[in-house]
């Protein structure tokens, strides 16, 4: 009765547009001055005790990480050594536009800054070479959800703190699903390109290929830096993050493209950024301790058990409960209310952790393509000028590959299992 009440007043506080953290902790404090036996210190302690985390300090620095490559004009080159590699190519800008995503993921972790960053430079060009609008918003949408995919994740880092797993073999759980997607995507960019010949544009720029590798080469160390230095027991993946930030910092000094102004409006949207992620962290961490306490978790389980005993089965119901979620909730915060409680079931089928993170963090960023919240697509839309209808139509052939690739991850439990296998042996 008291968790249905509880889960009621979030849903109608979501729906009046209520921020996130603010709809998970006003029923929650709420409850703890209604219970006779809880006092407000626990309810401080629980909602600060949240943020307590040496691992959640990769957040911050992922975040400034992604920032900095962006102020800093390394996505630049980044972007340049693929034009200058895909020229000649039929479709080439649809190629640039998934690798584009593929490489600024190593980098941002997250698919809001992918979505800006590229989507303003590459929607007007592909537009501009006789690319239909809606296919090219629809590409560099489903492009960027490889960033939340592929490590350095901000997602698998909320997702490995919430159930007590490490955060480098989530990491590495995610390469080979980021790496089907991106195949997928590539498919579809073929396709496309077979179609419409008209495609057959020599590139941009003048740039040699050696020239433009050798100016990006510096760049591609930082995933070596990140992924190398964990995987060599080098770095844990939160000094792995303070590693990446200031290789990036250091190049963008050398290479004179970051300016003290840029360098504080980094570091102003990195704080903003992190300031909104912590508080919904903060406010999750009460509203699962509330939601432990009145056995939410067994419940679930219960419920699941005496619906189906195939782990596929509860997976295929995970999917599209999850699905529903990402509708409404971002995913940090969809992954910070559902962990707790799909944890324990996910324990009695047999789930691996891992790959249930794996298939829980891709349900939940496809929700950022779709409607109503969806960020995604507003922030092509104000980076691109075209409306939102048309970002959104633009996205729905798109759902395609994302869907299989969730079906494949569902079903093959080695494509997130077998890299963070390696690591163990």
Same mark, same amino acid.
């Given at each position: 009765?008291?968790?249905?009440?509880?889960?009621?007043?979030? /849903?109608?506080?979501?729906?009046?547009?209520?921020?996130?953290?603010?709809?998970?902790?006003?029923?929650?404090?709420?409850?703890?001055?209604?219970?006779?036996?809880?006092?407000?210190?626990?309810?401080?302690?629980?909602?600060?005790?949240?943020?307590?985390?040496?691992?959640?300090?990769?957040?911050?620095? &992922?975040?400034?990480?992604?920032?900095?490559?962006?102020?800093?004009?390394?996505?630049?080159?980044?972007?340049?050594?693929?034009?200058?590699?895909?020229?000649?190519?039929?479709?080439?800008?649809?190629?640039?536009?998934?690798?584009?995503?593929?490489?600024?993921?190593?980098?941002?972790?997250?698919?809001?800054?992918?979505?800006?960053?590229?989507?303003?430079?590459?929607?007007?060009?592909?537009?501009?070479?006789?690319?239909?609008?809606?296919?090219?918003?629809?590409?560099?949408?489903?492009?960027?959800?490889?960033?939340?995919?592929?490590?350095?994740?901000?997602?698998?880092?909320?997702?490995?703190?919430?159930?007590?797993?490490?955060?480098?073999?989530?990491? &590495?759980?995610?390469?080979?699903?980021?790496?089907?997607?991106?195949?997928?995507?590539?498919?579809?960019?073929?396709?496309?390109?077979?179609?419409?010949?008209?495609?057959?544009?020599?590139?941009?720029?003048?740039?040699?290929?050696?020239?433009?590798?050798?100016?990006?080469?510096?760049?591609?160390?930082?995933?070596?830096?990140?992924?190398?230095?964990?995987?060599?027991?080098?770095?844990?993946?939160?000094?792995?993050?303070?590693?990446?930030?200031?290789?990036?910092?250091?190049?963008?000094?050398?290479?004179?493209?970051?300016?003290?102004?840029?360098?504080?409006?980094?570091?102003?949207?990195?704080?903003?950024?992190?300031?909104?992620?912590?508080?919904?962290?903060?406010?999750?961490?009460?509203?699962?301790?509330?939601?432990?306490?009145?056995?939410?978790?067994?419940?679930?389980?219960?419920?699941?058990?005496?619906?189906?005993?195939?782990?596929?089965?509860?997976?295929?119901?995970?999917?599209?409960?999850?699905?529903?979620?990402?509708?409404?909730?971002?995913?940090?915060?969809?992954?910070?209310?559902?962990?707790?409680?799909?944890?324990?079931?996910?324990?009695?089928?047999?789930?691996?952790?891992?790959?249930?993170?794996?298939?829980?963090?891709?349900?939940?960023?496809?929700?950022?393509?779709?409607?109503?919240?969806?960020?995604?697509?507003?922030?092509?839309?104000?980076?691109?000028?075209?409306?939102?209808?048309?970002?959104?139509?633009?996205?729905?052939?798109?759902?395609?590959?994302?869907?299989?690739?969730? /079906?494949?991850?569902?079903?093959?439990?080695?494509?997130?299992?077998?890299?963070?296998?390696?690591?163990?042996?």
């Amino acid at each position: 009765m008291i968790l249905g009440i509880l889960t009621i007043s979030m /849903l109608l506080l979501l729906l009046l547009r209520v921020p996130v953290a603010v709809s998970m902790l006003f029923p929650c404090l709420i409850y703890v001055g209604w219970s006779p036996d809880i006092s407000l210190g626990v309810a401080l302690q629980q909602t600060v005790g949240s943020v307590d985390s040496f691992p959640l300090l990769a957040v911050p620095l &992922f975040i400034m990480t992604g920032y900095l490559s962006n102020a800093g004009g390394l996505t630049d080159r980044l972007f340049r050594m693929l034009l200058a590699r895909f020229k000649g190519i039929p479709g080439n800008l649809g190629f640039v536009n998934v690798f584009s995503s593929l490489m600024f993921s190593w980098m941002s972790g997250a698919a809001i800054a992918d979505a800006a960053g590229l989507g303003s430079v590459l929607v007007p060009e592909m537009k501009k070479r006789g690319y239909d609008e809606k296919f090219a918003l629809g590409l560099t949408g489903a492009s960027s959800l490889i960033g939340p995919i592929m490590p350095p994740s901000i997602p698998a880092i909320v997702y490995a703190v919430s159930a007590g797993v490490s955060v480098g073999s989530l990491f &590495f759980a995610g390469v080979l699903p980021a790496l089907i997607l991106t195949s997928i995507l590539c498919v579809f960019v073929y396709r496309d390109a077979r179609k419409n010949p008209v495609h057959l544009e020599s590139g941009i720029g003048q740039v040699s290929v050696s020239q433009a590798t050798r100016e990006a080469l510096p760049v591609l160390l930082t995933p070596i830096i990140i992924l190398g230095g964990i995987l060599g027991g080098v770095f844990t993946p939160t000094e792995a993050a303070a590693a990446a930030v200031m290789w990036v910092f250091i190049l963008g000094i050398y290479y004179q493209s970051l300016s003290w102004k840029a360098f504080y409006g980094v570091l102003l949207k990195t704080t903003t950024t992190t300031g909104s992620i912590m508080f919904i962290v903060a406010a999750a961490g009460l509203f699962g301790w509330v939601i432990a306490r009145e056995q939410g978790p067994q419940a679930v389980t219960q419920a699941m058990l005496q619906f189906t005993d195939n782990p596929i089965i509860f997976l295929l119901l995970i999917n599209v409960a999850l699905l529903l979620t990402g509708m409404f909730l971002e995913p940090v915060a969809g992954l910070l209310i559902t962990v707790p409680v799909l944890m324990p079931a996910a324990l009695e089928f047999g789930v691996d952790p891992l790959h249930l993170g794996v298939v829980m963090i891709l349900n939940l960023v496809l929700g950022l393509l779709t409607p109503p919240v969806g960020l995604v697509l507003y922030v092509l839309s104000s980076v691109t000028g075209s409306s939102v209808q048309t970002v959104t139509r633009g996205t729905i052939p798109f759902l395609i590959p994302l869907l299989i690739t969730l /079906l494949l991850i569902t079903f093959i439990p080695a494509l997130s299992l077998w890299l963070p296998s390696l690591l163990t042996e």
